[in-house]
């Protein structure tokens, strides 16, 4: 399994980035595949999930703001990012854990600035 980020930048508070991670070595069935990230001397945290028959999910610092969102047929994974905060700032990582296992494979990550 590969994933391949993009799309990260240097946006201003306020404004907006798409990022996307194409998966290539597996399908969509039967995975939860989302997004990560890291900001400098914090520990890496859940951004957004999601699943086929299930509800997406988000962490509540970015719930109304972020939308994840997939194409199973592209195998494509995306993260809209409206309204970014300075607090936003960090290496996003794509990930993805089948459900059958506990192992996790991780994309190189695309690193996101918002200024303030």
């Known amino acids: 399994v590969q994933l391949q980020a993009s799309g990260g930048g240097l946006v201003q508070a306020g404004g907006s980035l798409r990022l996307s991670c194409a998966a290539s070595?597996?399908?969509?069935?039967?995975?939860?595949i989302g997004w990560y990230r890291q900001a400098p001397g914090k520990e890496r945290e859940l951004v957004a999930t999601i699943a086929n028959g299930r509800n997406p999910n988000y962490a509540d610092s970015v719930k109304g703001r972020f939308t994840i969102s997939k194409d199973n047929a592209k195998k494509m994974v995306y993260l809209q990012m409206n309204n970014l905060k300075p607090e936003d700032t960090a290496v996003y990582y794509c990930n993805l854990r089948a459900w059958s296992s506990a192992h996790r494979y991780w994309g190189q990550g695309t690193q996101v600035t918002v200024s303030s």
């Open positions: 070595g597996t399908t969509f069935s039967m995975v939860t």
